[in-house]
């Protein structure tokens, strides 16, 4: 409120002056990194997503050991009048007991966790870590959580328990049916083929609970396979952006006022440069309302006598100003309405580096011709265009010369600059008020070599007196937006890891409720002269086999992840398709 009341104030002074504020542009409030954050936010979304699944398949798990377990309590209890609803009332408290001391052991993990997350976020976007509290609604919806989960995870094996009828109850054996019992007749010699043959019974012998821990299991391990093809796919949009956006080696920056021509020579003098292309880069603005009319003649008429004309020729680099635009009653007796400045590049039309194909591009193609332009992605958002045959915007610049473009097409989000026709450039914005990029291909593009030929042309330039105002090795750049890719793939993993520990608890438990079920089968080996040996091997075949089928199906889990995930954050970084 008060940086726009000072603008406010500065835009009624310069109104005092005589000259008019055509617009006033406000930088936006979003945060500097609130793309990388967005990116983490989304990861941290479908993680949670994930963990709550992975954790009701476990809920739902014990619960169904649980009342398995109590099938003869609930079979006295219906006997003796119980009704179900009572019987998954009792159960109900149960899982909100189990749930409220969860909450209070996760309350202090809840910080602890937080802190460790942040500092591992931190350190991969490289900034200055803060300190993290975990604010009173995070509570409130730990708390929700810990009440609700359960109870939903818990919801149908409860509702199982709860029908099952006194005859049924009378039949079941509780916590085991005596499978070994088959095995009485056969010699000790044999335990060693009867092992497997008892585990695999084992493992299908509750299917239901066979198929919550598949699944618990092969969620995070589609998590972690997915991980690296989502950064293959990230990597792709981001190389086909590169390759028609940074398609050259080195970049030098001129003042606009410097001969392109001169410039260009002197980079082809170097023995590795074997392609030199020049652009502009500057600002233009969309004007709202419609050009003045014509006069009879078909021209546009003369603006006034106290008109401050722009000048055709550039000023010396020595005294070069920005020069201060004409009031807007003196451009035709207008008050036109502009937007914002629209950053600018002029390019060739038939450039050799820079070239979007259809897939590259939101919406619409590439320059074609020298009536059109192609926006950014926050560009055509703030305009509020539509990209069709019909679509167009006139656009003005320092010189009182305006021209109607047709939007071809819009660029993803990574790009910053709108793009013309070079030719078209030089009709809005003087060459003092613009920047001479000069693209340059080398032979070798191996980082060695292009250093050392960016560090002849800056001292060739240097020779000729000309001032290199910046220069930048490109394929570094090129590199760097790859590296920053693998905080995704880094965070994936780290994600995966989380949940994939949930997991390995859960099949944990499993096992250890499959043990207990099966203390009278595990009594008779014993009778029979099993040892602790039999017994291992026995549970080690059944987490392999259990382990082995999670990892199968961990594959078309990783593909719908990925698939999701990929084009999740394609858009959200790229606004571009990504290809799984």
């Known amino acids: 409120i008060r940086l726009r009341e000072l603008v406010s104030q500065v835009k009624d002074q310069i109104n005092d002056t005589g000259y008019q504020v055509l617009s006033t542009e406000f930088l936006s409030d979003a945060p500097p990194l609130e793309s990388q954050t967005n990116v983490m936010d989304t990861l941290l979304i479908y993680s949670t997503i994930m963990t709550f699944c992975v954790t009701g398949v476990l809920i739902g798990n014990f619960t169904s050991a649980i009342v398995g377990r109590q099938i003869s309590e609930i079979g006295i209890m219906k006997s003796m009048g119980a009704v179900p609803l009572q019987i998954v009332r009792l159960f109900f408290l149960m899982m909100m007991i189990m749930g409220l001391i969860a909450f209070v052991i996760a309350l202090p993990l809840t910080s602890y966790v937080a802190e460790a997350f942040s500092q591992f976020l931190v350190a991969l976007i490289d900034i200055d870590a803060v300190p993290v509290v975990v604010s009173s609604q995070t ?17 149908i094996p409860i509702i199982h328990g709860a029908r099952i009828s006194v005859k049924d109850t009378l039949r079941s054996e509780g916590a ?36 919550l821990t598949i699944i618990a299991l092969a969620l995070p391990g589609g998590l972690f396979m997915a991980s690296f093809g989502i950064q293959d796919a990230l990597i792709d949009i981001d190389t086909r952006l590169s390759d028609s956006l940074y398609n050259y080696d080195i970049e030098l920056t001129f003042d606009g006022y410097q001969p392109i021509p001169q410039l260009e020579r002197i980079a082809y003098k170097q023995d590795a440069v074997t ?10 603005y969309r004007i709202y309302d419609q050009p003045a009319p014509l006069q009879s003649n078909g021209t546009n008429p003369p603006p006034p006598q106290n008109a401050a004309l722009p000048s055709t020729e550039p000023p010396s680099p020595n005294n070069a100003q920005p020069r201060k635009p004409p009031p807007p009653s ?28 259809s897939d590259e591009l939101t919406s619409g193609h590439w320059l074609q011709s020298d009536n059109e332009i192609v926006l ?46 070079i030719n078209q450039f030089e009709r809005f914005i003087p060459n003092w008020e613009s920047v001479i990029r000069l693209a340059v291909v080398t032979s070798s593009h191996d980082r060695d070599s292009i250093d050392r030929t960016l560090e002849n042309l800056r001292q060739a330039y240097n020779d000729e007196g000309i001032a290199v105002n910046a220069s930048v090795s490109v394929r570094e750049l090129v590199e760097r937006r790859v590296e920053r890719l693998g905080i995704v793939t880094q965070t994936l993993i780290t994600l995966a890891v989380i949940v994939g520990i949930v997991s ?36 080690l075949i059944e987490s392999l086999m259990i382990l082995f089928i999670s990892y199968v199906l961990a594959f078309p889990v990783s593909f719908v992840i990925g698939y999701g995930i990929s084009d999740i954050l394609g858009k959200q970084m790229y606004s571009l398709q990504a290809h799984y």
């Open 176 to 211: 085991g049916k005596g499978g070994a019992l088959r095995w009485l007749s056969l010699p000790q010699s044999l335990f060693p083929m009867i092992i497997p043959q008892m585990s695999m019974r084992n493992i299908f012998l509750k299917p239901g609970r066979f198929m």
């Open 330 to 357: 003196d451009i035709g007796n207008r008050q036109p309405s502009i937007s914002g400045e629209i950053a600018l590049r002029g390019i060739p039309l038939n450039s050799k580096i820079v070239h979007f194909t």
């Open 504 to 539: 390995v608890i859960g099949l944990i438990s499993t096992l250890s409720i499959n043990i207990r079920e099966r203390t009278k089968s595990i009594g008779i080996l014993r009778s029979l002269g099993g040892d602790y040996r039999h017994l291992g091997m026995m549970v």
């Open 376 to 421: 950014t992605y926050e560009g055509y958002e703030a305009l509020s265009l539509n990209v069709d045959r019909s679509s167009e915007i006139l656009l003005g610049g320092s010189y009182i010369e305006e021209k109607m473009f047709h939007v071809a097409g819009v660029t993803g989000q990574l790009i910053i600059e709108s793009f013309i026709d």
């Open 275 to 284: 392609y030199v292309e020049s652009w502009r880069q500057g600002s233009i």
């Open 139 to 155: 509570r409130l919806l730990q708390l929700v959580a810990a009440l609700v989960v359960p109870l939903l995870a818990a919801l």
